[in-house]
């Protein structure tokens, strides 16, 4: 599978920005799909994921309640909403999909990425 993510850009703090990744390849619905970012200097981080059968939904503590992950899968696309926006959400964006098992929250547990995509909040 290939993974193209779009959508990010600048943003005001508070606003509101929503990331898309498409899939190209066969097989969507039989790939847990995750979100991670980058921020300068830092390691690569979890932000949320969708489990391989769809039915749960993880969200890292920092974006609880602001980002939603979801999915179409007639458009093979897996969204990141996110609102109410703040300058530490700068980061590059990545999507990752896996089709094995394991810890949807670790960077490890994933076998394909995208290319990402920079958020940039100002203040």
């Known amino acids: 599978v290939q993974l193209q993510a779009s959508g990010g850009g600048l943003a005001q703090a508070g606003g509101s920005l929503r990331l898309s990744c498409v899939y190209s390849g066969g097989g969507f619905v039989t790939y847990r799909k995750g979100w991670f970012r980058q921020a300068p200097g830092k390691e690569r981080e979890f932000v949320a994921a969708?489990?391989?059968?769809?039915?749960?939904?993880y969200y890292s503590d920092s974006v609880k309640a602001r980002f939603t992950i979801s999915k179409d899968n007639a458009k093979k696309t897996v969204y990141l909403q996110m609102s109410e926006l703040e300058p530490e959400d700068t980061a590059v964006y990545y999507c990752?999909?896996?089709?094995?098992?394991?810890?949807?929250?670790?960077?490890?547990?994933?076998?394909?990425w995208g290319q990402g995509t920079q958020v940039t909040v100002s203040s």
């Open positions: 969708i489990s391989r059968n769809g039915a749960n939904f």
């Open positions: 990752a999909a896996s089709q094995k098992l394991g810890d949807a929250t670790r960077v490890t547990s994933y076998e394909f």
